[in-house]
């Protein structure tokens, strides 16, 4: 019933940027919160970043003042800009958002993206 699109990963030198984004369609009612994780080979799955609906944001210690965690509620959709990277950011960046679905009830949901593969490497 919600369907996302992750889109913005790619290969990028050291110091530079990418900007991942993360659409979310189909019958939703709210989106509570809006994540960003990443997984790199042999280790577990991180948080990066999240922002709820009231613009509280968090992000990892090792990202804090390089990253940029956004979102736009009218088109249900979470930004990551991630300047200065370092080949430690390398992974697989996952988004996940958690909401009420705009049907009978309001149920809950939580989903998780497909991942984009971001490579820091000279």
């Known amino acids: 019933q919600v369907q996302f699109v992750e889109s913005g990963g790619g290969l990028v030198q050291p110091g530079g940027s990418l900007r991942l984004s993360c659409a979310a369609s189909?019958?939703?009612?709210?989106?509570?919160?809006m994540g960003w994780y990443r997984q790199a080979p042999g280790n577990q799955r991180e948080l990066v970043a999240g922002?709820?609906?009231?613009?509280?944001?968090n992000y990892a210690v090792a990202v804090k003042g390089r990253f940029i965690i956004s979102r736009d509620n009218a088109k249900n959709t979470s930004y990551l800009q991630m300047n200065s990277l370092k080949p430690e950011d390398t992974a697989v960046y996952y988004c996940?958002?958690?909401?009420?679905?705009?049907?009978?009830?309001?149920?809950?949901?939580?989903?998780w993206g497909q991942g984009t593969q971001v490579t820091v490497s000279s």
């Open positions: 996940t958002m958690k909401g009420n679905l705009a049907t009978k009830g309001r149920p809950e949901f939580i989903t």
């Open positions: 189909g019958s939703i009612f709210s989106i509570l919160y």
């Open positions: 922002i709820t609906n009231g613009g509280i944001v």
